[in-house]
């Protein structure tokens, strides 16, 4: 495996991913000024979220083995089935992990180690919130409970908790949800209990516990992306002015009873059991000017809650053409500089010697032209491309199993160009590589005589002498 290859590629994706991130906060900003009702609505900062990870999506899941001509999809079946395998012992040369550059070591392990120390906070605080939960006493009987809140807690299968501490009400679990409500919400009128019932039995009818615990996660798993964690703090707040507006919604004549609801559950909350995995009435994630702005809208007679179809259409239309752009963008950033000499053809092996040329005819190979040149080195020499251009294919499993581990590589002018027979790759699909980049190393998988380069070149889908395009005899 090409480390370096690995561990640069992978930079480059992280860098991606936040320079995406950061391209998202901007658009978001754009669209707070002309549509200031979608970035009010949860689903939008959901949404958000997903489109922020499309740049992590491993090439070779969306590119596809296009423009693949059928003489390579048929090749070697019946022309080289009956060769036999080979032995050499050849030692291949150890790569050099200190031709990687300094920067890259020192950054990757930090993120791994930030990560890793994140996930492990995350972990405390699933475990914390848990073990609170299991110390409160369930409420079977659902007092307190009109028989509509009843029936939803039944439907739901949600476990409902008294506990003794000074917390703010809340809503937590993945697969099962748990509904936990401090003892003062008891000493309040029965409107306002009514109605902050009400609040987290939404939650859960939205199923924002579970959208809770993924975009912790990923704000954890993500530390070194501060979009990511924007892009979480937005969720939140509009997730609770959303859940605020739909009970309202529903109980119009009752604003004045939920501001009072909010207003008295902020002064009985004294202890803090959040850590950003919980749905939360008035949880301490929230700022001053958040409980303002939730109060603000309660009491105001002009709100509106409801997010219909052309709002789902507009989120739709909005989020697939930037998701293609990212996913059209991504190959794009690891394409080097294009240079004079991609005019002119480079040998692939430098120092490879011509075992087999083009047209050769052998009884091996059923007395069939050679569509191909081979060049015989040991294993782990290094292959370079001969021209600049996009990789389609960097497996052993699209082609056929003789060729072993390839690369097939498009060039401008209906071009393409393939190597078979590698031992490893320093390259994948949907990248562009320019003319002399290292695309990976000499081997002898598939069906073989020996170490070798089986090297194709393709115009129009048909195969071509490759003489025509460059001096095998020049490196």
């Not at 890793?116 to 699933?126: A, C, E, G, I, K």
């Not at 659902?142 to 003794?164: C, D, K, M």
């Not at 309660?298 to 996913?327: R, T």
Request: with cysteine; net charge positive; proline share 4%.
């Amino acid at each position: 495996m090409d480390y370096q290859f690995l561990v640069n590629n992978t930079l480059m994706q992280l860098l991606f991913f936040i320079g995406w991130s950061s391209f998202l906060y901007g658009a978001s900003l754009i669209i707070t000024k002309l549509v200031p009702r979608l970035v009010n609505w949860s689903r939008f900062w959901q949404a958000w979220l997903c489109i922020a990870l499309v740049p992590l999506i491993p090439n070779s899941l969306y590119q596809v083995g296009r423009f693949i001509p059928d003489v390579l999809t048929n090749a070697l079946a019946d022309t080289q089935q009956n060769l036999l395998v080979v032995s050499h012992s050849v030692i291949r040369p150890t790569e050099n992990i200190t031709e990687l550059p300094i920067f890259t070591w020192l950054v990757l392990p930090m993120i791994v180690a930030g990560c890793s120390l994140s996930l492990l906070r995350f972990s405390l605080s699933v475990f914390k919130v848990n073990k609170f939960v299991q110390q409160a006493s369930l409420n079977n009987e659902l007092i307190g409970f009109q028989s509509q809140q009843q029936s939803l807690v039944e439907r739901y299968n949600i476990r409902v908790l008294i506990t003794a501490q000074e917390v703010s009400p809340m809503v937590f679990g993945f697969f099962r949800n748990n509904l936990l409500l401090p003892k003062s919400v008891f000493n309040m009128s029965e409107k306002q209990r009514f109605l902050l019932i009400e609040h987290e039995l939404m939650h859960i009818k939205r199923h924002d516990p579970k959208a809770v615990i993924i975009s912790r996660l990923l704000a954890c798993l993500f530390w070194f992306n501060p979009f990511i964690r924007y892009f979480e703090k937005r969720f939140l707040q509009t997730m609770e002015l959303n859940c605020d507006l739909a009970v309202i919604s529903s109980f119009p004549k009752e604003r004045l009873n939920y501001a009072s609801a909010l207003i008295e559950s902020l002064k009985l909350t004294k202890n803090t059991v959040d850590s950003g995995i919980t749905s939360s009435f008035s949880g301490p994630q929230f700022s001053k000017r958040d409980f303002e702005k939730r109060i603000k809208m309660a009491m105001s007679e002009q709100s509106e809650h409801k997010y219909g179809l052309s709002q789902w259409l507009a989120l739709v239309l909005l989020s697939l053409p930037i998701s293609f752009i990212s996913l059209a963008a991504k190959p794009f950033i690891s394409m080097p500089i294009i240079n004079a000499k991609d005019l002119v053809g480079i040998k692939p092996v430098v120092n490879g010697r011509i075992s087999s040329g083009y047209k050769d005819i052998s009884a091996f190979r059923g007395n069939k032209p050679h569509r191909a040149i081979d060049f015989a080195a040991s294993i782990g020499t290094k292959v370079v491309a001969s021209f600049s251009g996009k990789v389609l294919i960097a497996d052993d499993a699209t082609l056929h199993r003789n060729y072993g581990k390839v690369v097939l590589i498009e060039h401008e002018g209906k071009m393409q160009s393939l190597y078979a027979h590698l031992d490893s790759f320093s390259v994948e699909a949907g990248q562009y590589i320019t003319a002399g980049q290292k695309l990976g190393t000499v081997g002898e998988t598939g069906r073989t005589t020996g170490p070798h380069l089986h090297f194709e070149l393709l115009k129009d889908g048909q195969h071509t002498d490759p003489k025509q395009y460059f001096n095998l005899h020049k490196n």
